[in-house]
C-alpha cells in the first residue's frame, strides 16, 4: 500500500496513516473493546469471587467454584471461589491470543499493525517481567481437570432431588462447558504437545490426527477465548441473579 512520505526535513517525519487492507473499522475500536470487556470481567470476577461464599443453587453450579472447597477458619466460611480463581486468571492471562490482546490494548506495544508506538525499549519477550508467560504450559494441565469437572457439574445438573431435571441453567451449563472445552483444546501449548518435536507426521499417526484436531480449534482460538470468557459471565450471572432473588423460582429453570 502506498505511503506518502515527507520531503527530506530535519525534524522527525511524522508518521503516515496506513489503513489495514484487512478491516474498514477504526484502529482503535478493538483496542478499546479489549480494555472495556476485559476490565469489566475482571471487576465482576473480584466481586464474585470475594463476596459470595459459594456457587451453589440448587443443582447449578458456577464455574467461578469449582470444584467446590468449603473451608473455615475460626467459624468463618472462606469463599469457595478464592480457591479456584488464580488458575483460569493464570492461564488465560498467558494465554498467547490474550498477551497480544493485552499488549495491543492495554500497553499499546503497537496498538496495531501498522500504527506507530510510542518509543520504548527493546522488546523483551518472555524474560524479566513477563518470564511468569512461561507457566501457560503447567496451568493448561490444571486447567484440563478443571475443566473435566465443569463437564461433571453440567452433567450432574441433569439431576435435581433425585429426578430428571432440565432449566435454563442446565442449559447454560452446558453450553459453557462447552465452550471453555473449545478454548482449552485449541491452546497453542497443547497443540505443541500433540504434534510438536517430530520429524516425520506419518510415524506417529495418532499424534498426528490429535495435532490435526487440536489445529481445528486452534485456528478459531482468539472467538473460542472471547465467547467462553462470556459463557463464564453469562451461566456466573444467572446463578448469582438466581441467588439473590432478582429471577422468581420457577419450572423454566
Ligand atoms: Fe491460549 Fe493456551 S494459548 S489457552
Not at 441453567?169 to 482449552?184: D, F, I, P, Q, R
Not at 520429524?199 to 499424534?207: K, T
Request: include cysteine; charge should be positive.
Amino acid at each position: 500500500m502506498a505511503v506518502t512520505q515527507p520531503a527530506s526535513s530535519p525534524v522527525e517525519p511524522r508518521a503516515a496513516t496506513v489503513r489495514n487492507p484487512y478491516s474498514v473499522l477504526p484502529n482503535w475500536l478493538y483496542p478499546t473493546f479489549v480494555v472495556v470487556a476485559l476490565s469489566l470481567f475482571a471487576l465482576y470476577a473480584a466481586w464474585v469471587v470475594l463476596f459470595f461464599k459459594d456457587g451453589r443453587f440448587g443443582p447449578y453450579l458456577s464455574p467461578f467454584n469449582s470444584p467446590e472447597f468449603r473451608v473455615a477458619i475460626a467459624g468463618f466460611a472462606i469463599p469457595t471461589g478464592i480457591w479456584i480463581f488464580w488458575i483460569p486468571l493464570v492461564f488465560r492471562f498467558t494465554c498467547y491470543y490474550y498477551r497480544k490482546a493485552i499488549f495491543r490494548s492495554y500497553l499499546w506495544h503497537p496498538r496495531s499493525c501498522a500504527v506507530q508506538e510510542p518509543s520504548r525499549g527493546t522488546y523483551q519477550g518472555e524474560t524479566r517481567l513477563f518470564v511468569f508467560d512461561n507457566l501457560h504450559r503447567f496451568t493448561f494441565y490444571i486447567v484440563v481437570l478443571q475443566v473435566a469437572v465443569l463437564w461433571y457439574d453440567a452433567i450432574a445438573a441433569f439431576i435435581s432431588n433425585g429426578a430428571f431435571h432440565f432449566g435454563l441453567g442446565t442449559a447454560l451449563m452446558l453450553v459453557n462447558v462447552v465452550c471453555l472445552s473449545g478454548y482449552t483444546f485449541g491452546c497453542h501449548a497443547f497443540r505443541h504437545l500433540a504434534g510438536g518435536g517430530l520429524d516425520c507426521f506419518s510415524c506417529h499417526r495418532a499424534r498426528y490426527r490429535l495435532w490435526k484436531g487440536v489445529t481445528v480449534l486452534n485456528i478459531r482460538h482468539d472467538r473460542w477465548a472471547w465467547v467462553s470468557m462470556f459463557t463464564v459471565w453469562g451461566v456466573d450471572l444467572y446463578i448469582r441473579l438466581l441467588q439473590l432473588e432478582v429471577l422468581p423460582r420457577g419450572a423454566w429453570n
